[in-house]
């Protein structure tokens, strides 16, 4: 079982949801891989605190040019939609940080000129907290190219196991790599203007996607339904809340799990993980 952990924007609380979603799911006996597939700011770790216990280089395949065999047709230089390949004269130039590493290049090539060349982009760590497993991915300071350590991050999933992907915020490329296999996907808002605002279009991303979702509605306060009015007039479920309380603000700001620091609200966890599983077995 995949689930996604996404929102519209940074700062809803998606790692609070899914690092204490990853907590809550061990306690009771499941076997939890807690997947941060926010390659270019990862902090999950922060609150499981995993021992790391191995590290992989992930490479993006960049393409490298014979000039001895390269007559620069241009095939190669047309079908590149990244400009990561220009023609100027007699030489094609390579600009590997525009590269996404398709190969189409090399495929197309009618001269065989193109050969490839792995190009460092971060690595993928894993370890374990307790009985969680923890995967996360960190992209190498100034990489543009998220989307494929995010599908290396994403390949640590399991069959066997409940699958927790905290995907990066927003509605781009690096969250469709993130969500585009999960069974569902939870999108975690907070009841203010901008959030429903990015709430709106990241519910246009997931219906296109076709993939069954729900939303936790974080600071959640008895005298504002914004949040469930706007559930209600989408017609999107309400998979639980978390309210506006400041021992949960004070203990996040400390890195600590609020379903050990903040105990009531333990409940509000188990009842969002029930809501999961009936919509999944639906």
């Known amino acids: 079982m995949n689930i996604a952990v996404a929102s519209g924007k940074g700062g809803t609380g998606k790692t609070t949801v899914s690092t204490n979603l990853s907590f809550l799911l061990s306690q009771l006996g499941e076997k939890v891989r807690y997947i941060d597939c926010d390659v270019e ?13 191995k590290r992989e280089l992930a490479f993006i395949p ?21 400009r990561a390949l220009v023609r100027l004269g007699k030489t094609v130039m390579v600009f590997p940080e525009l590269c996404h590493g398709c190969g189409g290049c090399k495929l197309l090539c009618p001269r065989q000129a193109i050969t490839e060349k792995g190009k460092e982009i971060g690595a993928v760590e894993i370890g374990r907290s307790g009985s969680i497993d923890f995967v996360h991915g960190r992209l190498n300071i100034g990489e543009a190219m998220s989307p494929p350590l ?9 069959e066997d196991a409940i699958n927790i992907i ?3 915020p927003g509605t781009t490329c690096p969250v469709i790599a993130s969500i585009g296999k999960a069974d569902f996907i939870l999108l975690v808002t907070e009841p203010t203007p901008f959030g429903l605002n990015d709430l709106e279009i990241a519910l246009e991303m997931v219906r296109e996607l076709k993939i069954p979702h729900g939303v936790v509605i974080n600071r959640a306060e008895v005298s504002n339904r914004d949040a469930e009015e706007f559930c209600d007039a989408h017609n999107v479920k309400i998979m639980g809340k978390i309210q506006d309380d400041r021992a949960i603000a004070e203990n996040y700001s400390r890195g600590k799990m609020i379903l050990t620091s903040v105990p009531e609200i333990r409940e509000n966890f188990s009842e969002l993980w029930q809501a999961i599983k009936e919509q999944i077995h639906r």
């Not at 960049?62 to 990244?82: K, M, Q, R, S």
């Open 166 to 168: 905290d995907a990066p």
């Open 62 to 82: 960049v393409p490298v040019i014979d000039e001895l065999i390269c007559d620069a047709c241009g095939v190669c230089t047309e079908f590149c939609n990244y």
């Open 150 to 158: 995010i599908r290396a991050v994403q390949d640590m999933a399991t």
């Open 41 to 53: 700011e990862p902090n999950g770790h922060l609150f499981l605190n995993p021992e790391f216990h």
